[in-house]
């Protein structure tokens, strides 16, 4: 017997306890899927453990948003195209999300985004990846960097990049 909960005939949403609450979008890679999940199991402990505190207890709130808005079970629906402003909260989120997950001294790949926002055609997206991620680079939100070192923006980059988090002082 499967512990998994019901699904609606459409398999959008899930049954639990008689609540109707968003599925995950079923097309993410397991690999990448299991590691946003485990983002989001950690940062719901997180609000768990910050009670009392204010502050601690808003940036967890935030990595809750940033993993579940990552899974497609918040935000823009993923079974219909994704506006352009949609598709950029998705992948917003989803370069937190993985940042997060990974700590703060990993990078990411920009096709790991891709294949999270827009599996199975997941190619398509990197434009938009890249285009969401220099906005995020020129804030100060994340830090654009090849072979381990950043890029800046308004540069013309060929080859590989991988996004990181911003260290302090930078």
Do not use: F
């Amino acid at each position: 017997m499967s512990d998994a909960p019901d699904k609606t005939a459409d398999g959008h949403h899930i049954i639990v306890n008689g609540r109707k609450w968003r599925a995950t979008n079923p097309h993410i890679p397991a690999q990448l899927r299991t590691e946003l999940v485990g983002e989001l199991m950690s940062s719901r402990r997180a609000v768990k453990a910050a009670k009392g505190d204010n502050a601690a207890l808003g940036a967890a709130r935030s990595r809750v948003h940033r993993a579940k808005v990552a899974l497609g079970e918040r935000g823009p629906v993923w079974w219909q195209a994704p506006t352009e402003d949609g598709l950029a909260q998705r992948i917003e989120a989803t370069i937190r999300a993985l940042l997060d997950a990974r700590g703060d001294d990993a990078s990411i790949c920009p096709s790991d985004v891709a294949r999270i926002v827009a599996s199975p055609s997941w190619r398509e997206s990197l434009p938009h990846v890249r285009s969401t991620a220099e906005t995020m680079a020129d804030l100060g939100h994340i830090v654009i960097t090849q072979r381990g070192e950043p890029v800046s923006v308004g540069t013309k980059i060929k080859g590989p990049v991988r996004y990181a988090s911003p260290r302090p002082g930078t």
